[in-house]
């Protein structure tokens, strides 16, 4: 079993950076891939960037340009830098890890940004 520890949200204002982490621990070596998802109130949750083991990077087309997903392997830890956030940016971000078939998230950090 693989768990992911979100942490780094916050609250900030419009047009400034965050960068969110994500630990894994585990089953280490059985991860392909790890991703950022967000929800926010009222919507459903969706992809905001995810990176497999073997370092390729996958945004969606509304996602691109302003986050970008990382990861340290020495770490067992993906990041999330996202860059001139805007109020609509206001979510839950959750990570995500794929092992095995399965699916592990985190508890989510909150990321809020005010006008």
């Known amino acids: 079993q693989v768990q992911p ?3 780094g949200g916050g609250l900030v204002q419009a047009g400034g950076s965050l960068r969110l982490s994500c630990a894994a621990s585990g ?10 998802y967000r929800q926010a109130p009222g ?7 995810f990176i497999t083991s073997g370092d390729i990077t996958n945004y969606p ?6 986050f970008t997903i990382s990861r340290d392997n020495a770490k ?3 990041y999330l830098q996202m860059n001139s956030l805007k109020p609509e940016d206001t979510a839950v971000y959750y990570c995500a890890v794929f ?5 592990g998230w985190g508890q989510g950090t909150q990321v809020t940004v005010s006008s």
């Open 27 to 36: 089953s280490i070596s059985s991860i392909n891939a790890m991703g950022w």
């Open 43 to 49: 919507k459903q949750r969706e992809l905001v960037a």
């Open 5 to 7: 520890v979100e942490s």
């Open 76 to 78: 067992n830890t993906v």
């Open 61 to 66: 087309d509304s996602m691109k340009g302003r």
């Open 99 to 103: 092992y095995k078939g399965f699916t």
